[in-house]
């Protein structure tokens, strides 16, 4: 059926205008004013559904490029599956996700691969990519790098951290790069100092001080300042396409200031939690465990950086780092900081948060918001324009959102698979209405319409190091 929009405000990262949408099959076939003319002659003959938006926002599906998905870490799985976290973020307005495959070391990249495939085929709600995660690089990885952009999956992530867990050293990083630069991918980074913050955690566990506080002290500003301006020399050297993975704070992000002045472009993502919370939830004993995730966060002055960081373009992504426990599994560190599992869960809020804290409260502009949310993740990592914009030809993925529409987040409420959430009770204004996934109702009325298995896989395109 086709599906006509009517009377909206349409926004995109540049336009903003009243018109409607009108979409045929899976896609877009026109946006314009009035429409109703060529809605009657559309081509496939079939009834066209009418919405009225007026008084509504039409913006692109958002697109988080920083998901964990049923993900062992820590000696646990994060709680939400590829189904639980994609259908928790339709109802949040984003209908894309990238999730992270995680190498295990000593294994293949095919064999992540296969398992990852295993759970999110046929599970998934909402569509989703995966970015390869290499935790060994050796010979046999070098050799799979091609298979991988060959398949869609063009982005490939590393771990400055998680010292002899996921971490990889700058020879490995160095290596790997040349070859992401040969087959035209991008490197993507958690970036911060894995030395550093080993010997910090194990220095505070041996003087006893083990609350979540001490997570937070053990990764200081200067661990990830350092790794984030490592990462930047050896990008530059390489010359192979950068993104470092939410960045949190001043120093790290004047590290990357500081590569712009050689004329290089590192892309720059960061998350929703930095922008909003700060360290002072660490002081509340072991409930600060509920924002025990790497980074920690930090403070206020380094949420005014990124927000100015925004605007200034230096940040190109907001994201979530979504990676759910529920609180049983954060219990696991009750005794020791250092065993619980790090993440938060945010898949769900991240559109509503972004636009009432960032553009209701006048710090960023509605195209911005769009731009950081949805554009310029599907640029970057090579699904522009069939996702991130409404315009002929792009997959409809499109969110009806009421600007003025008053609510309050709680977990009495969220549809994400985790018994907590780390905004609760906060008020929000601005509320998603309607989700359409590649031309399909998938939200409305409060509840979702498509079925497990209804998200499909999105191979992605070849990087390059602009957008
Ligand atoms: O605390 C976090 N961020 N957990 C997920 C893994 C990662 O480092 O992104
Ligand atoms: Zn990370
Ligand atoms: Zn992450």
Not at 17 to 38: H, I, K, N, Q, Y
Request: proline share 4%; aromatic share 8%.
């Amino acid at each position: 059926m086709s599906l006509l929009i009517k009377n909206g405000r349409i926004v995109t990262a540049t336009d903003d205008f009243v018109g409607d949408v009108l979409v045929e099959g899976e896609t877009v076939s026109a946006v314009g004013r009035s429409l109703d003319g060529v809605a009657e002659r559309s081509p496939d003959g079939k009834a066209v559904r009418v919405i009225d938006a007026t008084g509504l926002l039409v913006i692109p599906g958002g697109v988080d490029p920083h998901v964990h998905l049923d993900m062992p870490f820590m000696g646990t799985f994060s709680s939400d599956t590829h189904e639980t976290g994609t259908r928790a973020a339709l109802f949040g307005g984003t209908t894309m996700v990238i999730d992270f495959v995680l190498q295990r070391q000593g294994h293949s990249l095919k064999e992540a691969l296969a398992e990852w495939n295993g759970r999110a085929a046929g599970t998934a709600v909402g569509d989703y990519g995966f970015h390869m995660a290499v935790t060994d690089y050796n010979d046999g990885t070098k050799a799979e790098i091609a298979e991988m952009v060959e398949q869609g999956i063009t982005s490939f992530k590393t771990f400055m951290a998680y010292k002899g867990a996921l971490m990889i050293d700058d020879r490995q990083m160095t290596a790997l790069m040349q070859e992401v630069k040969k087959q035209g991918g991008v490197v993507t980074v958690h970036a911060t100092n894995g030395d550093m913050i080993d010997y910090l955690i194990a220095k505070h566990r041996a003087e006893g001080k083990l609350s979540p506080l001490y997570h937070y002290l053990s990764q200081p500003e200067v661990t990830e300042a350092e790794a984030s301006g490592r990462f930047a020399d050896i990008a530059n050297y390489t010359g192979c396409p950068g993104y470092i993975v939410h960045l949190t704070c001043e120093g790290a992000l004047n590290a990357v200031r500081n590569a712009t002045r050689r004329n290089q472009k590192v892309f720059v993502e960061t998350c929703i939690q930095y922008l909003l919370l700060d360290a002072s939830l660490y002081e509340k004993d072991f409930d600060g465990a509920r924002w025990v995730m790497s980074p920690p966060l930090r403070q206020r002055k380094d949420q005014e950086t990124l927000w100015a960081g925004i605007n200034q373009g230096l940040v190109n992504v907001v994201a979530t780092d979504h990676c759910p426990f529920m609180w049983k599994q954060k219990l696991m560190g009750e005794k020791d900081f250092s065993r619980i599992p790090n993440g938060h869960p945010a898949i769900e809020n991240r559109m509503e948060l972004l636009y009432s804290e960032g553009v209701q409260k006048g710090r960023i502009s509605l195209n911005k918001y769009v731009e950081v949310a949805c554009t310029n993740p599907a640029k970057i990592f090579g699904m522009f324009p069939r996702k991130g914009t409404i315009a002929p030809g792009s997959d409809a993925d499109i969110v009806l959102f009421d600007p003025a529409a008053r609510h309050t987040i709680t977990a009495a409420s969220h549809h994400m698979n985790v018994d907590y959430s780390a905004y609760e009770g906060w008020e929000l204004t601005g509320q998603v209405k309607t989700v359409l996934l590649r031309g399909t109702v998938a939200i409305e009325n409060g509840r979702c319409l498509v079925g497990k298995g209804y998200g499909k896989f999105i191979p992605r395109a070849k990087v390059r190091g602009f957008i």
